[in-house]
């Protein structure tokens, strides 16, 4: 289990590194200049983790930066976002929606008794993204794309995010209750560990696939009406 947390965590650097290698490609695009922030400042977090939890082993601050970075991620994710969504309504909402989870985040390490990762901004995190994904992909169909779905970059970033979130959103629901049991905190960590390797890997492909040479979609051209549309960390056995 020690090991596969390992590999779970280069996995998470992984789309940083290959973001550095096609640099010059990522950032040419709004897109990828928005991704390319997530993968650096979830990575620096990752490293800091690291270097905490097995070098310093200091696990109150390593689940501090665990919580730090779940609204981190939030943010990230919510400003890459409203970089590719159409509807300005909801480009509006996204970054109240970022000020509104630090507040419900900073309470709930308030009102935690002990310092450990908080399983209720993960869930609300995952409910919120898995709608908003799910928006994406419906506004996706609305327009006629000039390239297949599955050559954007987009498509497979929220596709990971997608798998990510709706795999651990349960397992983030249960293991407030839960994860005093040696037994689930194995079975967690496992199935944790699994859906963000998925996801990574998709992350990955998100970068390669990465080409603003080609034209991704006919946004430009075509402004439907959107008036109508629909108006989101493993567990350390030894912080038990």
């Given amino acids: 289990m020690q090991l596969f947390g390992i590999i779970t965590y280069f996995f998470e650097l ?3 590194i290959l ?3 096609f640099l010059k490609r990522i950032t040419a695009t709004k897109e990828g200049k928005a991704f390319f922030y997530y993968a650096i400042l979830y990575s620096a977090i990752i490293l800091l983790v690291l270097f905490f939890r097995y070098y310093l082993d200091n696990r109150n ?3 501090l ?5 779940i609204v981190i991620e939030f943010s990230l994710l919510c400003h ?3 970089q590719i969504l159409v509807n300005p309504k909801i480009k509006k909402i996204l970054p109240v929606a970022g000020i509104l989870f630090f507040i419900v985040a900073c309470y709930d390490y308030y009102i935690s008794v002990e310092r450990v990762i908080s399983f209720m901004p993960l869930v609300v995190e995952s409910l919120f993204l898995i709608l908003l994904i799910v928006y994406f992909f419906y506004e996706k169909v609305q327009f006629s794309l000039l390239t297949p779905i599955y ?3 987009s498509f497979w970033i929220s596709t990971g995010f997608l798998i990510y979130f709706s795999g651990n959103f349960f397992l983030f629901l249960l293991s407030k209750t839960a994860v005093k049991d040696k037994q689930f905190v194995t079975q967690y960590n496992l199935v944790y560990n699994f859906f963000t390797i998925i996801k990574d890997v998709l ?7 990465h080409n603003p040479l080609k034209p991704q979609n006919d946004n430009i051209n075509i402004q439907p009406d959107l008036s109508s549309s629909l108006t989101p960390f493993a567990v350390d056995k030894k912080s038990n």
């Fill in 14 to 16: 992984m789309p940083f």
């Fill in 19 to 21: 973001c550095s290698i």
């Fill in 61 to 63: 601050v390593t689940a």
């Fill in 65 to 69: 930066l665990k919580r730090a970075a």
């Fill in 80 to 82: 890459y976002y409203t």
């Fill in 151 to 153: 050559l954007s970059m």
């Fill in 203 to 209: 992350l990955c492909i998100a970068v390669t696939v």
